[in-house]
């Protein structure tokens, strides 16, 4: 029998049919990470193909999270009133329905509701990857499945990052807007020879739900575009105050609505207490810090001038440490010490940014292989653990409040990965700004230093001008650019710093705390345990 309507049976399987639904799960959560991952990837060829510009590319850029941030409560309801295997058809056809229009783009429009459409397309593949990882573990093991998914998806996109630049070696994008199609074609192939076994349905979608939804949705929509978009045309453009506003007028009211439902979607009782709300800070807050890599270090390297080509190596270390982060944290999984994981994490974070804080203008990404591989293992060793904690809280409340769970975790990771991101931005702006005109106080040319400076950069154009003006101004433009790298630079340095404090600083009080529920012999997670337990038995 199913745990709860909407999901698939867990019969009794052969080993061979183990390993083929294994396969199968593990494909399946690789093309949900990729369908982010890929477009990620190939945006900045798309932006001069489809002429997109800051602005546009901004909303190509939140348009993915603004359709998947939300999407697992809606598709809970759905897989529930309209069974597992409608639920299979609809993602495969809309996944197929995106793919075709993707291997054709030429306008911005049309790119933007395909992103959108991923969004969509992602969440639901991740839903079937965990049922499809499920069937390979029996009992309490099958949560296993779920923190298996999650990871290899969350593996899915420095993948694509390091696959994509060597198909766009021809200078055609049509190779890389083909890889979406191929991996629709495979994962709707795999699901048909190997379906899930069947469900149960009950009647659970009502207007009341769909009306709350949009609400809900489209209030953290709002706030995703808000987050993005401020780093693009800077914070205090006056149209953002719109969106924030929007955001919180609209959540607000779903959340009002909620309330007064005697059933609802979002438990807002249940997520307000002070366990759950713990658990989304703590799961925002390391989910901030991963902005190390994606914002610090990616980041610096770009300002450094080193192009997709030279970073595949890059992501690749980054791929295989976080597949390593993965399977580390599924063998060395203790749900009797599941806050473990994140001390760890957190420890191997505040390290990986003190090694960044010694970067210059010289380095390059091979120097940077072992902090982003230990940042890239601490991110994902600590995911599983915390989507399993958040797991047994809801499930012993009731198999309802998953979408409570969903909402939350979806929240604290992808909110808190964008918050990260557009502070982390901020930051550095700001930094960068500050050093350039500590620079610019000392670059004059009463400075011996900077004569002799711009004396040998004007020597390289001397062969095509005699004019001394012109080769003055070209020798001058040459400092400017070397002082607007260094300042650069120094701001990431500062970034690294900040991180690597506040990495630090949640160490010592995760590790504080750790300890006295140690000495207390404290089970974070016993009372849970205790009903899950029993529901199980009954």
Known sequence: MPMMPGSPASPDLSGGLRLRYLLVGIWLALAAGLQNGVMQAAQPFLRGILGMDLQQDGWFQAAYYMSYACMSILLFKVRQHFGVQRFVRWIALLMLAAAALQTGVSDYRTALLIRAASGVVASGLLVLAMFYLMQVFTGAKKLAGVMMALGLMLCATPLAQALVPPLLGNGHIGTVLWLPAVCACLSAAAMLYLPLPPSQQ?????WTDILVFLLFAGGVALFCAFLVQGRVVWWTTDW???LLAGAVALTGTALALEACRAEPMLDWRWIRMPQILAF?????VVRMLTAEQTVGAAGMLGSLGMDAVQMTGFYTVVFWASLAGVVVGLLRLDVDDIRRPIMIALAGMALAAWWDTGVGVQTRPEQMYRSQALMAFCTLYFVGPMLLEGLVRALAQSTNHIMSFAAIFGLSQTVGGLAGAALSHAFVTFRTKAHLTDMAQHLTLTQPQVTAYLQTAA??????????????SKAAASLITQAAQQASVLAFRDFFTVICGCALTAFVVALWRWGWRRYRKTDVLAAEKAKLMALLKS
């Open 280 to 284: 989304a800070a703590v799961g925002a």
């Open 202 to 206: 009950i009647r659970a979608l009502s």
């Open 459 to 472: 020597q390289p154009y001397a062969p095509q001008s005699n004019d001394m003006a012109v080769l003055q």
């Open 240 to 242: 953002l105050g719109y």
